[in-house]
């Protein structure tokens, strides 16, 4: 069973930066895609940003240019580095993890974008 814990979440003001962390356990972490969403209230969950196991990267619209997805297999962990931040960007942000038919969540961690 994979287990994915997000952090890093929290209230920010415009402009500003947050760095989410996703930590994977139960799992080879290497083999995964693994994914960013994010879900606002009454609105549908979307995609912000994926990263494959090769390494490449896939971005929403909104986003690019100011967030960046990594990870790093030896700590099992995906990150979302968000920049300049905008009152849009508000919302649950969800890790993801992708393997053949398998798919995993993580409860999720609020941010905030708020003056």
């Known amino acids: 069973q994979v287990q994915l814990v997000e952090s890093g979440g929290g209230l920010v003001q415009p402009g500003g930066s947050l760095r989410l962390s996703c930590a994977a356990s139960g799992t080879i972490f290497s083999i995964y895609d693994m994914g960013w969403y994010r879900q606002a209230p009454g609105t549908q969950r979307e995609l912000v940003a994926r990263i494959f196991k090769t390494g490449t990267t896939d971005y929403a619209d909104s986003v690019k240019g100011r967030f960046t997805i ?3 297999n030896a700590k099992n962990t995906v990150y979302l580095q968000m920049n300049n ?5 508000t919302a649950v942000y969800l890790c993801n993890a992708i393997f ?8 999720g961690t609020q941010v905030t974008v708020s003056s």
Do not use: F
């Open 70 to 72: 990594s990870r790093d």
């Open 85 to 89: 931040l905008k009152p849009e960007d």
């Open 100 to 107: 053949l038919t398998k798919v995993y969540w993580g409860q």
